[in-house]
């Protein structure tokens, strides 16, 4: 009985550790999508290059997409400074 609270106690430790390191990708950083069937609606977009994303796509029913989350997303306003005379 005490082998298996420990060993869930571990799991549970394990689970909570991979789930707080784990960070979504920023949509700026990926600029290409794989999409086609079985992708879903904007397919595995984990690409930082056109070529990579045709090396993976080679062989298979997809293609490759510029991510709309990165063609489309709103930049940061600049600051501007005050000029002090």
Excluded: I, V, W
Aim: proline share 4%; with cysteine.
């Amino acid at each position: 009985m005490r082998n298996a609270k420990l060993a869930m106690l571990a799991l549970l430790a394990a689970s909570a550790a991979t789930f707080a390191g784990s960070a979504p990708a920023a949509a700026g950083q990926y600029t290409y999508c794989l999409s086609g069937a079985g992708y879903g609606y904007l397919g595995d977009c984990s690409y930082s290059s056109y070529a990579q994303c045709e090396a993976s796509a080679s062989g298979r029913l997809a293609y490759c997409t510029a991510n709309p989350r990165a063609a489309y997303a709103q930049q940061a306003p600049r600051h501007r400074r005050s000029q002090n005379y």
